[in-house]
Antibody, heavy 118, light 108 residues
């Protein structure tokens, strides 16, 4: 069974940093591109970033470019999102998701909440 | 970036009826790269349709997708109580993955 489990969310002050993790199981992580998507309270889905299979391609949404870094450790079946210089508007539930080629995001984690507030 | 505009924002339909949700893109999108997701309160999104018209694994055939170019449609026939949720379209390609703002489908 495919499972994605996010962790690392919490309360952080503006300007602070947080590292999110996504543990993958039930499939071979190295065969898939992976994504982070966020959802602010009461708002819609916003794509944040994607990483290809070997980590060599990592596009970002303009809103997080230069502040967030996506990475992966295929040997550990882990996906990460390093978030720096956090702002109040980064407050959201952060989901990791798997991309199946030509199918889009076929499996999602349950999300981890991030609150940026003083 | 390609902007996806969904309409209506909220749709009220009775159980057993049909719901038609629209997604319009600001630029032509390959049909191969248009998806629809369902999200219920407190849950992660679930993939319904990919490639504009292909149902994802386990999705009932009352869900169907159509469209091409800049206009895409999600149709839900014979609405069941569990179908009332928020629906998002998404385009994927060229390293950009944009979502529409969502359509809330509520019970009339």
């Amino acid at each position: 069974e495919v499972q994605l489990v996010e962790s690392g969310g919490g309360l952080v002050q503006p300007g602070g940093s947080l590292r999110l993790s996504c543990a993958a199981s039930g499939f071979t992580l190295s065969n898939y591109w992976m994504h982070w998507v966020r959802q602010a309270p009461g708002k819609g889905l916003v794509w944040i970033s994607r990483i290809n299979s070997d980590g060599s391609s990592t596009p970002y949404a303009d809103s997080v470019k230069g502040r967030f870094t996506i990475s992966r450790d295929n040997a550990k079946n882990m996906l990460y999102l390093q978030m720096n210089s956090l702002r109040a508007e980064d407050t959201a539930v952060y989901y990791c998701a798997r991309e199946e080629v030509a199918v889009s995001l076929d499996y999602w984690g349950q999300g981890t909440p991030v609150t940026v507030s003083s | 970036d390609i902007v996806l505009t969904q309409s209506p924002g909220t749709l009220s339909v009775s159980p057993g009826e049909r719901a038609t949700l629209s997604c319009r893109t600001s630029q032509t999108v390959s049909s191969a790269y248009l998806a629809w997701y369902q999200q219920k309160p407190g849950q992660a999104p679930r993939l319904l349709i990919y490639g504009a018209s292909s149902r994802a694994t386990g999705i009932p055939d009352r869900f169907s997708g159509s469209g091409s170019g800049t206009d895409f449609t999600l149709t839900i026939n014979r609405l069941e109580p569990e179908d009332f949720a928020v629906y998002y379209c998404q385009q994927y390609g060229r390293s950009r993955y944009t979502f529409g703002q969502g359509t809330r489908l509520e019970i009339k």
